[in-house]
């Protein structure tokens, strides 16, 4: 068996692929191919077609989060491996060779996978409220040995107004690290670096490249680490992100025509799918839209085909957790997750970076409120004061408005143009121009030493 590293450099496409000299001279020794993703290209959904092979609906990841029409609500950014279906990568090469061992450094879906190690962010959720940075790692004594050596995992870089560098280099010691200590013959490594800026500047934006030279440095350890391993190296990436200036407020157009509903509580009003007829889950540059009665198909498909921003709609992705109907943004834009009409009826973690209470994807959470930031920073700079002091707080920064005053990148819809796609580069020379994400997983066999 070869050993195998593979990074996924979240964003990286050709345009940016000329700022960094340290990856292009991978694809100098072996090939660079253009990724061909899947419909939703969004971060869960490709990273589980990588591995398996399969289509969303083969193996169910619809997009970053769905409707869970059983629990009546809608739920992002779970991490239960069990809810990919489909053979992963690893399940294909072990029943070819039983001991073949694997890492998985913060790729998505990672907590209960049947890998030998795991590390995944994990904050400490307290009971009064508060929340920590942390990690989970499995096995249990992984986490101490890389919280000493590393610092505790920098989870505010990794997501949030702070995001940034940070959180990139401590996945890649944490990789190097375990690399090091176990020798994997299959290391998955995520490196996020690159999602940050472009969403809150666009690809075109002069600090993309930056941000793309910064990580091309940052990775050159890692890079060496598995040379040093003489293990084959493949960089890839789920998407590429565009330029974008519009957000399309698809929930509020939906509740404009009584098809969504709200409950409200202290004044604040909360997104009712138990009562809505239709309502949208925002995912970037698509949506999925869950339509509670057949018979109102025609009139939901109506108002959204008259919405400015939506490119295309489709019938669902042929899997039950997939919406009803599918929207497609428009090139330049993408759709907010947004359903209140009043900006003083929000609910109070419309403010907050909180991934996990709102009914869709929030990149305005990547940004101190663009409205009055110096204002937001001194909010954040108390509620750390109140943190040190073990007393609950809010971070509340984030802008309700951020989506039309701030966001300049997205991405979800199929690329258009060949600069703007996923890349695959690869230390060995020998494979293809071009490649299909769900021929991802038996390129990596075949180079792991394990083909079907």
């Keep these: 068996m070869n050993k195998l590293v593979v990074l996924d450099v979240v964003g990286l496409t050709p345009r940016l692929l000329e700022h960094m000299p340290r990856l292009r001279a991978i694809a100098d020794r072996g090939f660079q191919a253009r990724l061909d993703p899947i419909l939703p290209a969004v971060t869960c959904s490709v990273q589980a077609t990588l591995l398996t092979g399969e289509t969303p609906a083969g193996h169910g990841i619809v997009g970053n989060g769905w409707y869970f029409r059983d629990l009546g609500e809608v739920l992002l950014w779970r991490q239960h491996n069990a809810l990919v279906g489909g ?185 009712d799918p138990w009562t809505s007829r239709a309502f949208a889950v925002a995912d970037h540059q698509i949506a999925h839209v869950y339509v509670r009665d057949p018979a109102d198909l025609p009139r939901v498909e109506k108002v959204l085909r008259a919405l400015p921003g939506v490119a295309e709609i489709r019938h669902g992705l042929d899997h039950e957790r997939s919406g009803d109907l599918v929207l497609v943004a428009e090139p330049d834009s993408w759709f907010t997750y947004y359903y209140w009409l009043d900006d003083d009826r929000a609910p109070d973690f419309a403010r907050l970076v909180d991934i996990h209470r709102k009914p869709g994807y929030d990149p305005a959470e990547l940004f101190f409120d663009p409205a009055g930031p110096a204002a937001a920073k001194r909010r954040a700079g108390i509620a750390l004061a109140r943190k040190k002091l073990g007393m609950r707080y809010l971070m509340s920064v984030v802008g309700l408005d951020a989506g039309a005053r701030a966001v300049r990148g997205s991405h979800g819809r199929l690329p258009d143009e060949a600069a703007d796609s996923p890349v695959l580069l690869c230390s060995k020379p020998g494979g293809p121009a071009r490649i299909a994400a769900t021929d991802v997983k038996a390129l990596l066999l075949e180079l792991a030493g394990s083909p079907r």
């Design 87 to 271: 053979e992963k990568i690893w399940q294909a090469a072990r029943k070819r060779h039983p001991g073949y061992t694997v890492a998985n450094i913060c790729w998505w879906y990672a907590m209960g996978a049947d890998v030998d190690w795991t590390v995944t962010p994990r904050p400490v959720y307290h009971a009064d409220g508060r929340k920590d940075p942390d990690c989970y790692t499995d096995p249990p004594e992984l986490h101490d040995d890389l919280t000493q050596a590393l610092g505790t995992f920098p989870l505010f870089s990794y997501w949030g107004p702070g995001a940034g560098m940070a959180s990139s280099k401590w996945i890649c010691a944490a990789a190097q690290r375990v690399m090091a200590a176990h020798d994997p013959d299959l290391t998955l490594v995520y490196v996020p670096h690159l999602d940050y800026d472009l969403q809150r500047y666009g690809p075109s934006d002069p600090r993309a490249a930056a941000a793309a030279a910064a990580l091309d440095t940052v990775l050159e350890p890692l890079l060496r680490a598995a040379a040093d391993r003489d293990a084959t190296v493949v960089v890839l990436s789920e998407y590429g992100i565009t330029d974008v200036n519009r957000p399309v407020d698809v929930n509020r157009a939906l509740r404009a025509e009584g098809l969504l509903r709200v409950h409200t509580q202290e004044g604040m009003e909360y997104l």
